[in-house]
């Protein structure tokens, strides 16, 4: 955040086991097609910022279909790996473009040319969170819109973790739609500030 402490480099992103990123349990708590049809439409570009091995990707490759495109960014290449089998594999690979980055660095996707782009518990997995804010404003179109969600709890000395103070400073950055959080965790839908894009119903995947 402009007021925050800037991220400490020696900090690694934190790397989360696959099966923990991606399995039936989850599929079954937070279904990401049900999500996804809220927000994204058939054609739309959307961005999956912290893909891991492709619990939204692929689904999010389904919704906007083969005139649309998704560009999946993590900074661990053995999800990125198991994303570009999976994707193969439900013959979704043309809708995907894969990157090995951290999210604060996606250079290559151009401004303002992203429909959707979820950060589904991203910054609380990085040190840099002004960088991957700062890229969201960046990418979002006019009418665009980012799904925010960060988990509560976390150690203060941990600079990947997200307070309530930081998280407040976040979303003053941003045009908020809709907001909430639960036991773990705290959500956002938010648009560039000072747009007024068309309504889209809002939806938490953890209570889809």
Known sequence: MRNAPSCSCAVPDRRIPLFVLDNVLRRIVQPPRRFLARHVRPGDTTADLGCGP????????????????????DFDDSAVARLRL?????????????????AAEVDFI?????D??????LLC???DHDGAVRQIERVLRPTGRAWLSVMKGGRSSDPRSVSKAEWHEILSRLR???????????????GPRGSTPPGRPAADPRRS
């Open 54 to 73: 492709g619990h939204f990707t692929v689904p999010m490759a389904r919704a906007v279909g083969d005139d649309g495109r998704v560009v999946a960014v």
């Open 125 to 127: 997995c990085m040190a």
């Open 110 to 114: 151009d401004t303002a040319s992203i």
């Open 116 to 121: 959707f782009a979820l950060a589904e518990g």
């Open 176 to 190: 908020v739609v809709d907001s909430g959080e639960g036991l773990l965790s705290r959500w956002a839908l938010v």
């Open 86 to 102: 999976r994707a193969a594999r439900r013959r979704v690979e043309r809708v995907i473009e894969t990157h090995v980055a951290s």
